[in-house]
């Protein structure tokens, strides 16, 4: 199998973002005065992205199996268009999911019982999302668990594994009982500083369902937020999750939970407010330039053009976020 068509199989171009989610966590646990736990970090990544990668595996693998029957379906799917040996594809995928297993429970056994709660919450999110008798991109959840699963599982995961478990949260077993002990401030301060994270997250996939609201592509067993909102009440709640992010910044810099080097965010909301009036005006089919002029000369074969505000918010939010991140660490 070639590079490319692996790449295609388990989507890896799209695992890029989950890269500031998980550097988000990292810098987080240093300025919160820890050092850098290597073994856990890095083995953190492995797992991540295996899983991830397993996951959409995974959905194309049973996209192949009901396109069956019919040569035009099934060459529509990555694994028919590729011609990929469908012996090979899920020899791989029980290596990727054995290989994330035993690093997991490795990772477990050095950290807390709580981790393996945490990943069991999300892999179930991965697999169930887009596989099962009603999987739950078809239910309008999808925002709320892709926001949840890589905006604030991600980052909390990632910090989680660089502190020691009591300083945020961790299970103690005493058989037969069961102890849940941990810090609540640490706790408010972590979901404070994903909740950027959170919602430009949701807000891609939010405007990708907008679109497909607007343009009448949307399949008609699947059941969408904007579709139940609709269009005028969508943008509205497409723009509150942005405002609840940067509110969650500006109450933890407030009460002293998040550092004042968060501020740094504040040059994101002129770009912000611009590719939300873009969003709004592409919706309605008018169109004009984007904030971020870089992106809109890479969008060609990546994403549909519609999607590029709020993936420009994602670069913003989330790049401002860590380099305010990065700038505590630097002064410290």
């Known amino acids: 199998m070639r590079l490319s068509s692996f790449g295609e199989l388990v989507a890896l171009r799209t695992k890029l ?11 987080f646990a240093i300025d919160f005065g820890y050092d850098v736990n ?15 990668m397993a996951t959409t595996g995974i959905s194309n693998l049973v996209a192949y199996n009901k396109s069956q029957g019919s040569v035009n379906a099934q060459s529509q799917t990555v694994i028919g268009k590729r011609q990929l040996p469908l012996l090979l594809v899920q020899l791989m995928l029980v290596v990727m999911l054995t290989l994330a297993t035993c690093l997991g429970i490795w990772l477990v056994w050095r950290t807390n019982l709580m981790l393996l709660l945490l990943g069991i919450i999300g892999f179930g999110i991965a697999i169930f999302y887009t596989i099962g008798p009603v999987p739950l991109s078809r239910l309008p959840l999808g925002e709320v668990l892709v926001g949840g699963s890589l905006g604030l599982l991600l980052p909390f995961t990632a910090f989680y594994v660089n502190v ?35 919602a430009t997250t949701a807000n891609l996939m939010f405007a990708e369902n907008i679109i497909g609201l607007r343009d009448q592509t949307i399949d008609e067993d699947k059941h969408t937020l904007p579709e139940y909102l609709g269009q005028r009440w969508s943008l509205i709640v497409y723009r509150s999750f942005l405002v609840i992010g940067f509110l969650g910044i500006i109450i933890g810099m407030a009460t002293g939970m998040l550092s004042w080097w968060l501020a740094v965010m504040m040059v994101a909301v002129p770009a912000v407010v611009l590719n939300d009036r873009h969003f709004k005006q592409m919706v309605a089919g008018k169109t004009t330039s984007t904030a971020d002029e870089i992106t ?9 053009k519609e999607l590029w505000p709020a993936i420009s918010n994602i670069l913003w939010v989330n790049g401002s976020l860590l380099l305010g ?8």
Do not use: D, R, Y
């Not at 973002?17 to 810098?27: D, E, R």
């Not at 290597?38 to 991830?52: D, E, S």
């Not at 809109?296 to 549909?304: C, K, P, V």
């Open 296 to 304: 809109t000369s890479a969008h060609s074969g990546l994403f549909q």
């Open 164 to 198: 020691p478990s009591q300083k945020l949260i961790g299970i103690i077993l005493h058989w037969p009982g069961m102890l849940v002990m941990g810090n609540l401030w640490s706790l408010i301060a972590v979901v404070l500083l994903c909740l950027p994270l959170m």
């Open 17 to 27: 973002a989950s890269i500031f989610p998980f550097l988000v966590g990292v810098f």
């Open 325 to 332: 991140l990065i700038l505590e660490m630097v002064v410290q």
């Open 38 to 52: 290597w073994a856990n970090t890095i083995v953190l990544f492995i797992v991540t992205l295996t899983l991830a």
